[in-house]
């Protein structure tokens, strides 16, 4: 094998074993950042020997081994071989002298569910969101500071700096790398979920920027979200966002024009949508019924999104449906953007007056004030119900409001339209 074909090969297999070697890591060091830098040495060791001696039959065993013994190497420089045997082995009763020896065979453990202990620490509600995000992407999703700072629409240095106060803010704190049980569980997967989500709708629909949509982040979620579902198999909300993650994603190519702008539901091409990805959802989306979750938030979006996915053309959307499941969503995660949908969904599945009158009952929140979907929504009605002018200056308040250059050029056009 050439030498650049090796390093090819080692660059794709640290990047499917690098989430799981800083996660057994992270649990032994206590230390996330110490468990990064770990798992870096073990690559720049893996570029250095591999391609004279081949890539091994394991090579994930192998980058671990080499990490855990650059670690007791590091126990044995710093003298702390004791008190990480302390942190490692703390449940013991006895509290001997600690050799590296223990060290080692305490590394031998077995750890479980170590990726999924690192994913919940990563997304520790300790930790402000955006850091959530970019730390899980940096962690679990091994993309670099730069390609978090160009996902975002931010510059490197603050997208580092973010990381390093996250992980001195988990040094701080004491965590202890452990999957959450009992009555914890549910918040910290909540916040889990919540960087998960947060992190598919900034690739979904973009705040900021030239770009509608950003695939590559939609897929990171995706690949997230995947990696949960299959380390937390009984968990409805897991594959309620994860159904409702495919299914989305199924229509991102048919979402922008070419010409970059947007393309509604209503009018994409529907034999553009990804079938593997809808069965994918809907898949997901049935499991997180049979598990008891299909009045879970994130199920019940899926729910709606797989109206859509179900019908082969705009005409067959059963917005009736769609109209019920928001009305239930609003009871179950009361928002003003689910007031917002939900009214969309009355005016498609009653007409414009009736979405028209639910949107003047939350024309006064604060969280809509400045949102532009919500003057957009209100240009539809206007415009389907006939008031053209009225529907203009809707659509050209939402043009001021967007800070996403192709959603400006949308409704921009949709103003221009209300001219005939």
């Known amino acids: 094998m050439a030498a650049s074909d090796t390093h090819q090969a080692i660059e794709a297999v640290f990047r499917i074993e690098r989430a799981r070697l800083i996660a057994g890591l992270a649990r032994l060091t206590r230390d996330v950042g110490l468990a990064e830098e770990l798992a870096q040495d073990a690559l720049v060791t893996a570029l250095s020997e591999w391609p004279k001696s081949g890539v091994p039959a394991n090579p994930g065993a192998w980058l671990m081994e080499t990490s855990k013994r650059r670690a007791i190497d590091g126990f044995r420089r710093t003298k702390m071989a004791a008190r990480k045997h302390v942190e490692i082995g703390r449940d013991l009763e006895d509290e001997r002298d600690t050799s590296v020896e223990d060290a080692e065979a305490a590394m031998d453990d077995d750890l ?13 509600p300790i930790l402000p969101p955006e850091a959530r995000a970019a730390l899980t992407l940096r962690l679990i999703g091994g993309l670099t500071t730069d390609e978090i700072a160009r996902a ?10 973010r990381i390093v106060r996250a992980k001195k803010t988990i040094g701080n704190a004491g965590l202890t790398y452990e999957v959450p049980r009992g009555a914890e569980r549910g ?14 709708n900034e690739g979904y629909a973009a705040t900021a920027g030239e770009d509608l949509i950003r695939p590559s982040l939609c897929a990171e979620a995706q690949r997230l979200g995947r990696i949960i579902a299959g380390l937390a198999p009984n968990e409805p909300e897991v594959f309620g966002l994860l159904a409702l993650m495919e299914i989305q994603a199924s229509r991102l190519a048919a979402r922008v024009a ?3 702008s947007s393309v509604p539901i209503t009018e994409q091409n529907r034999a553009r949508w990804d079938r593997l990805l809808i069965g994918r959802g809907l898949a997901a ?17 899926a729910a709606l999104a797989a109206c859509h996915a179900r019908a082969r053309k705009a005409d067959e959307t059963d917005w009736p449906k769609i109209a019920g499941l928001y009305d ?9 953007v689910v007031d917002l949908n939900r009214a969309v969904a009355h005016s498609m599945a009653f007409g414009p007056d009736a979405g028209l009158k639910l949107i003047d009952e939350i024309s006064e929140a604060a969280a809509l004030r400045n949102y532009a979907p919500m003057p957009a929504a209100r240009g539809d009605f206007l415009f389907r119900a006939g008031r053209l002018a009225e529907a203009r200056a809707e659509f050209e308040r939402a043009a001021e409001l967007s800070r996403n250059a192709r959603e400006r050029e949308f409704l921009l056009k949709r103003a221009a339209a209300c001219e005939g």
Do not use: K, W
């Open 112 to 124: 479980g569910d170590e990726l999924l202990s690192l994913i919940f620490t990563a997304c520790h």
């Open 152 to 161: 975002f629409l931010s510059n490197e240095a603050t997208i580092a700096q």
């Open 187 to 200: 918040p910290r997967l909540a916040s889990v979920l919540e960087v998960v989500y947060l992190i598919f």
């Open 258 to 260: 070419p010409d970059g």
């Open 285 to 301: 989306l049935e499991r997180a019924e049979t598990l008891g979750g299909s009045r879970g938030p994130y199920a019940l979006q």
């Open 328 to 336: 239930t969503l609003r009871e179950v995660m009361p928002s003003p």
